[in-house]
């Protein structure tokens, strides 16, 4: 018989040695004869309690007790009785004599008089913590009582234990025993090892060994007892040491008492039922009880009540007790949110909790949900994200960023949804900086120039301005390769007043990264440009951006007339106007909310202050996004890129061994060759060619523009500002031909006072005076040919002047 109860409370092994757990320091009290340790794993170091009782021999009747407890342990599972991982018995040696071991191994818990002295809770806060332990144990009674037809016998404040997450559960199974009701004249003991049992804990008939009135009694007789020691232990804050003092009702809650009387009637059969207990008890309709039983049902769940919970758990959570909110449902929220059972609005309140640790806590308990929520297919709990990530971004560490976070942000670049777009490109603010530089340049910032010429205006804004705050992240190469062409061509020629505003600023906060030469024949140019801008804000800033980039040229002739030649940087750069909180600007631009809108022109009175810049929606409804009615919008914006060249969806792709972007496509401006002096005065003498002029008139219109914008040597070339712009707002009606930005315009001869007809119908008053035939020339002829496509009803389209010999059908002329 030793043997068969051997083998069933028996282990891996037979010794102390075999004992996969390390032995640690003991708790202060614990039940009975036991020894309550902590310990840990001896494979991963995972923590555990280890609970010791000894005897002198194996027959020692704690040892059998003991014995019992640990099969009663092993066999009933409940949510809110201890957890039963290992056991072994082993002779161990005390000295001289051999005692006999058990050990029982547990998932870690601490006896429940030192957790409350821990807590030290007070007022509403401890009642409501003791209504949830309470509700715990009056379950796990039940269970035994009313379903498993168990009694346990000894239900006090020993034989509850608390868990790291501060949950209560049962425990001390060694008095445990079937009820046997069916034997009622039987006058044997019921409860084998009742003998373990203090007498201040035995109720009136258990401690008469009437076991012919507990027969007749309810199964839970004797443990409503134990409940009702269990309530007044916790609440008096002593351990009960004789029966009497349970008339001492000082202590009870006013709204306990009622159920505290009941539970420790004299008569048997009256007393409560510890499942009424649960349901009927005003006691437990808190706050507390009622947030983690929601929680502990999720999935039983609405999604309208669950949205609904969630919006309120973030001010709830700051009226219930801080540390059972840390280690109670913060882990619910954690794994509610990591198995989809939690609604987008529950990362509110997870980060609010979250900021309640410390950082240690933080990278451990919270970071590592964040970065499974991340892959969601969820639009809801991306947006969730993406809009909070200003609040976790920081505890990432960069590998994490680089490997496992930016791949699945990126996805939002290319969303349908124009408001997950613009929450993706700001999150960049945060993420950006951790990023490597080969997914930087080989990634990052083909998704940004996509979202440089995206069809919404607030996106190309803050596009721009993200570039400004990112620069510094860049390495030299790929600044020199992109900054310039991303503000000049794109952000300055943009049809939306607030992002050639942002190009501007962006080329202030930038200035360190352009060499001289880019200044003078780059930057300069295509500022001077928005001098005559539309918008008043833009010609204010242009203004400004031109007189620091002025000076910084004045300071490069002074050093090369002093003869200092060192190029090596523009380290001797006063701070530009708005440059110097580059990082406050481009956050209150990023952050902002409001509808685009109301930003269709940059309002602010501080030329250092940057704009609020137009966000894509004004709520939290992914699908729509603004519109921008007050400022023209153009289908593509790639029409004015001047020859950038396109980033087609190739590249979004992690293709690192192309390092093109979309911004290096363009030719350099200083490659164009300036017209000399001399061919200058060349051309003011040249007399009026009128048989070019009149070929010329008879091209189509488009090429006819083209070609005189070819004949005038122009510095813009494909850089002009577009015309969608200028055409929308001009500030004159001249003709396309005079308003091009010529700079040799001043010395050039006039143009003539009209374009629509051909040059050789002036008056002879107007014909030039270097020709000495122009006075007896035959007048030119009143009319024209018409095209022989004409005659053939192939369209009104005039044919292009052909040269070289041509073939002429004599059929149509003789007919």
């Known amino acids: 018989m030793f043997k068969f109860l051997k083998g069933v409370v028996g282990g891996s092994g037979t010794g102390i040695k075999d004992l996969p757990y390390n032995i640690g320091e003991p708790y202060h009290s614990s039940w009975g004869s036991w020894t309550h340790s902590r310990g840990t794993s001896k494979e991963d170091g995972s923590a555990v309690s280890i609970f010791i009782l000894s005897g002198s021999s194996s027959q020692d009747g704690h040892l059998i007790a003991g014995r019992n407890g640990v099969k009663r342990l092993r066999t009933v599972r409940h949510p809110n009785i201890l957890s039963f991982l290992h056991s072994t018995e082993a002779e161990v040696s005390d000295g001289s004599a051999m005692k006999c071991t058990i050990y029982i191994v547990t998932e870690p818990v601490m006896p429940l008089s030192e957790k409350i002295k821990e807590l030290n809770l007070s007022g509403t806060q401890r009642d409501e913590y003791f209504a949830w332990g309470l509700h715990q144990i009056s379950k796990a009674v039940s269970f035994l009582n009313n379903d498993c037809k168990l009694v346990h016998g000894n239900v006090c404040l020993d034989s509850v234990v608390v868990t790291p997450t501060l949950d209560w559960k049962l425990h001390a199974f060694d008095v445990l025993s079937e009820f046997d009701g069916n034997s009622e004249v039987s006058n044997s003991a019921m409860l084998q090892y009742e003998w373990l049992v203090g007498s201040q804990y035995k109720s009136m008939e258990l401690a008469k060994s009437d076991w012919q009135n507990i027969r007749k009694s309810p199964p839970w007789s004797i443990d409503s007892w134990g409940l009702g020691c269990l309530i007044y232990e916790i609440f008096s804050g002593t351990k009960l040491s004789k029966t009497e003092e349970l008339r001492n009702t000082s202590f009870i809650p006013k709204s306990l008492l009622p159920d505290y009387q009941r539970l420790l009637s004299s008569t048997p059969s009256r007393r409560l039922n510890p499942s009424k207990l649960i349901d009927n008890s005003e006691y437990f309709h808190n706050k507390l009880v009622e947030t983690i039983q929601f929680m502990e049902i999720l999935n039983l769940k609405d999604s309208v009540e669950k949205d609904s919970f969630f919006r309120k758990l973030p001010n709830l959570a700051e009226q219930l007790p801080r540390q059972i909110v840390l280690k109670k449902l913060l882990p619910l929220l954690s794994s509610a949110l990591e198995f989809g059972s939690a609604a987008a609005p529950a990362l509110t309140a997870l980060l609010k909790m979250g900021s309640w640790l410390s950082a240690e806590e933080f990278n451990m308990k919270v970071l590592p949900t964040i970065v499974k929520l991340f892959s969601s297919n969820d639009r809801a709990i991306r947006v969730a994200l993406l809009q909070h990530v200003d609040q976790f971004g920081e505890s990432l560490s960069s590998q994490i960023v ?88 794109r952000a300055l020629r943009d049809t939306f007043s607030p992002a050639r505003a942002a190009g501007i600023m962006a080329l202030n906060a930038t200035v360190q990264y352009y060499e001289m030469t880019e200044i003078a024949t780059r930057i300069l140019p295509n500022l001077v440009v928005l001098t005559i801008d539309p918008d008043g804000e833009v010609r204010t800033k242009a203004f400004e951006a031109i007189d620091q980039f002025m000076l910084i040229a004045k300071q490069h002739h002074e050093k090369l007339v002093t003869g200092d030649t060192n190029e090596s940087g523009l380290s001797g750069i006063p701070s530009v106007s708005g440059n110097s909180s580059l990082l406050g600007w481009a956050m209150s631009s990023l952050t902002s909310k409001g509808k685009a809108s109301e930003h269709g022109s940059l309002t602010s009175a501080n030329a250092s202050t940057v704009p609020v810049l137009a966000t894509s929606t004004s709520s939290s409804d992914v699908s729509s996004f603004a519109n921008v009615s007050d400022q023209p919008r153009p289908s593509s914006p790639t029409s004015t890129d001047g020859g950038w060249g396109e980033v087609d969806s190739g590249l979004l792709h992690e293709d690192h061994d192309n390092d093109k972007e979309g911004w290096d496509d363009i030719e350099p401006l200083e490659e164009k060759k300036l017209p000399s002096l001399a061919s200058i005065q060349a051309a003011q003498q040249r007399p009026v060619v009128h048989q070019k002029a009149q070929s010329t008139s008879s091209l189509p219109p488009k090429v006819a523009s083209k070609s005189s914008k070819e004949a005038d040597d122009d510095l813009w070339g494909a850089d002009a500002v577009p015309e969608s712009r200028t055409a929308s707002n001009s500030l004159n009606t001249k003709s396309a031909a005079q308003q091009d930005d010529n700079l040799w315009g001043s010395i050039a001869v006039a143009p003539p006072k009209s374009t629509s007809k051909p040059l050789n119908k002036k008056t002879t008053a107007s014909l030039d005076d270097n020709d000495p035939w122009a006075a007896i020339a035959a007048p030119p002829p009143t009319t024209r040919a018409k095209p022989l496509s004409l005659g053939r009803g192939r369209g009104t389209k005039p044919a292009t002047a052909k040269l070289g010999a041509q073939r002429i059908d004599r059929s149509s002329s003789g007919s």
């Open 402 to 489: 680089d490997e496992q976070v930016f791949p699945h942000v990126a996805n939002g670049f290319a969303d349908t949804s124009a408001f997950l777009r613009e929450l993706t490109l700001k999150s960049m603010l945060v993420l950006a900086p951790k990023l490597s530089q080969r997914t930087m340049s080989g990634s990052l910032l083909k998704y940004l120039s996509k979202l440089q010429v995206d069809e919404e205006p607030a996106i190309r804004t803050n596009t721009t301005i993200l570039l400004g705050n990112i620069a510094s992240y860049l390495n030299d190469a790929t600044r020199k390769r992109v900054l310039i062409n991303a503000f000049t061509v």
